[in-house]
């Protein structure tokens, strides 16, 4: 893992180079790119660049910025030759860096991030190595080297400047802080020339973590923004159950301890039965069964398990894991509504939580999410023939905000971007001679797609009339024509498109679907026609019209 960024030189004198350190023992270096003396390294989270100073630039001391991968920009010039270290202060959005004056002086300046230098105050007499900034007190602290020995100072913006405690013989290396360990690293040269890494406390111990090499002299140092981080995996979500052939994104960030997360760029994914998935924020399709998904990045790791089903319905017939159930919950606002008042039966108290029973005859949330979740899932071979959105599911959730789910049988409803479900819709059964046996989705669904027509722009509403097949009409309860239609229409059209074009859904629930589109075919005052030619197919086949 990168622990932190460094720049030192591929061998001593000679030009500068990024160098990347793993405090378990890797030390990897790379050319920068170019001839000039670097001084300090300080990382801004909000671009998401470290900065360096060349400050004996032949045209003047400038501004640079380094990218994790090294690449080197300039980015201003500067009013002072800063040689001493510099840091990134976030409150200001201003770096903050030390001048060692050839009158044996060190000098504390502020730095925009356009270049504007101005000089506040002395730090004191010596040469400064190194310079970090703490965040959580506001607070700077240098390595001040003088006669022949470094001591560790605190630095406010006030002018206080203190020496704190020795740090040990003359340093030549910077300094940076990491808060997730609240400790300090720096490069400290032995008497051969030989760099060593070595971390310090604010109580005053110095340890010696790892050899560097003979190529730090006045290196720059800054923590890795990863480190002490922690990977944080977006997609898939814990327990999250697929279909065979469904697709899905995966995606994580690096929570990072020094400001804003870093997206999936660089995470590496794996499966425990798939194997290597791929980097970054892959789309991938996953084998059927239960996989350990795994984001890595360096030594940061983070694993979920997901679930994958031959079908729908299989997926249907499994417990949702707790994040899909609190996705669903927050894609509409649901509101949960007693029935008469007195019948224990028909308040929600006496069904608590989101307990997975199907083989329960009682009202259930869970019931009321996995059929809806069952609609999220839903994909056609196909695109739909209503709608604008992508899926079933988005398009209900175009227009459709609030859920009312009653425990009474008012019967459902909708208008104004509420649906009104019954009691119906909180079973898992709607088969009064089979209570504990499960009723595909499809027998809910259809309904719940027909009512989220009215809350639609446009929509014509119902009417009263003798169907087209000569069938006795039910009051206020027909489409006046198929195309455009109302809620018999996309109920309609949703369970053929089920029945031809359902991706997901095993035979049975198409051949259900089928059934189900036939009930529907007297619903309709005037003879069902419509200019899709696949409509057109399926209003010929299935109902001769």
Wanted: proline letters at 6%; hydrophobic letters at 35%.
């Amino acid at each position: 893992m990168i622990d932190l960024y460094a720049i030192g030189s591929q061998h001593p004198g000679t030009d500068p180079t990024w160098t990347t350190i793993d405090v378990q023992g890797t030390v990897i270096q790379q050319p920068i790119g170019t001839t000039m003396e670097l001084s300090g390294l300080t990382y801004n989270p909000s671009t998401r660049l470290y900065y360096t100073v060349a400050p004996t630039n032949g045209a003047g001391p400038i501004l640079c910025s380094l990218s994790t991968g090294g690449s080197l920009q300039t980015v201003a010039s500067v009013g002072a030759k800063l040689n001493g270290g510099i840091a990134y202060r976030g409150p200001d959005n201003c770096f903050y860096a030390v001048a060692n004056g050839s009158d044996g002086i060190a000098r504390f300046h502020q730095v925009t991030m356009g270049g504007g230098t101005s000089e506040l105050f002395s730090v004191a007499l010596g040469v400064v190595n190194g310079l970090t900034y703490v965040q959580a007190t506001d607070t700077f602290y240098a390595l001040v080297t003088h006669d022949d020995f470094t001591w560790f100072y605190s630095i406010k913006l006030n002018g206080s400047v203190t020496k704190l405690f020795g740090a040990g013989l003359r340093v030549f290396g910077g300094l940076c802080h990491s808060p997730s360990e609240d400790r300090f690293y720096f490069v400290a040269n032995q008497a051969d020339g030989f760099s060593r890494l070595w971390t310090l406390a604010l109580n005053g111990s110095v340890v010696d973590r790892m050899g560097l090499g003979f190529r730090f002299n006045h290196a720059g140092i800054s923590m890795s923004p990863w480190f002490g981080g922690s990977v944080n995996i977006k997609s898939p979500l814990e327990g999250e159950r697929f279909v065979s052939g469904e697709s899905t994104v995966l995606d994580a960030s690096i929570l990072s301890t020094t400001g804003p997360s870093w997206n999936s760029d660089g995470i590496t994914w794996e499966s425990d039965r798939d194997g290597l998935l791929g980097t970054g924020a892959p789309t991938v399709t996953l084998s059927p069964g239960t996989h350990v998904i795994t984001a890595s990045k360096e030594r940061l790791k983070r694993s979920v398990s997901v679930r994958v089903f031959a079908d729908l319905w299989e997926l249907y017939r499994a417990a949702p894991a707790q994040a899909e159930i609190d996705r669903v919950l927050g894609d509409f606002a649901f509101i949960w509504v007693d029935g008469a008042a007195g019948d224990p039966t028909r308040q929600w108290a006496s069904y608590p939580g989101y307990p997975f029973a199907q083989t329960s005859p009682n009202p259930s949330r869970t019931a009321v999410i996995c059929k809806l979740d069952a609609l999220r899932h839903q994909r056609f071979l196909q695109p739909l023939p209503f709608g604008t959105a992508q899926s079933a599911y988005e398009q209900v959730r175009l227009n459709t905000h609030t859920v009312r789910v009653s425990l009474d049988n008012t019967g459902n409803t909708a208008g104004g971007g509420v649906m009104h479900l019954d009691r119906t819709f909180t079973l898992w059964s709607n088969n009064p001679a089979q209570p504990t046996v499960a009723t595909p989705y499809i027998h809910s669904l259809y309904l719940f797609v027909h009512e989220a027509r009215h809350n639609e722009p446009g929509d014509p509403g119902h009417t009263s009339c003798t169907a087209w097949t000569g069938a006795t009409g039910i009051p206020n309860g027909m489409d006046a024509q198929f195309d455009p239609g109302s809620g018999y229409t996309r109920a309609a059209l949703y369970l053929m498109w089920i029945y031809k074009y359902g991706r997901y859904d095993p035979a049975s629930i198409r051949t259900e679907a089928k059934n189900l589109a036939a009930t529907l075919k007297d619903r309709f005052c005037a003879h069902p026609t419509s200019a899709n030619p696949l409509v057109k197919a399926l209003l010929a086949e299935l109902w001769n019209a």
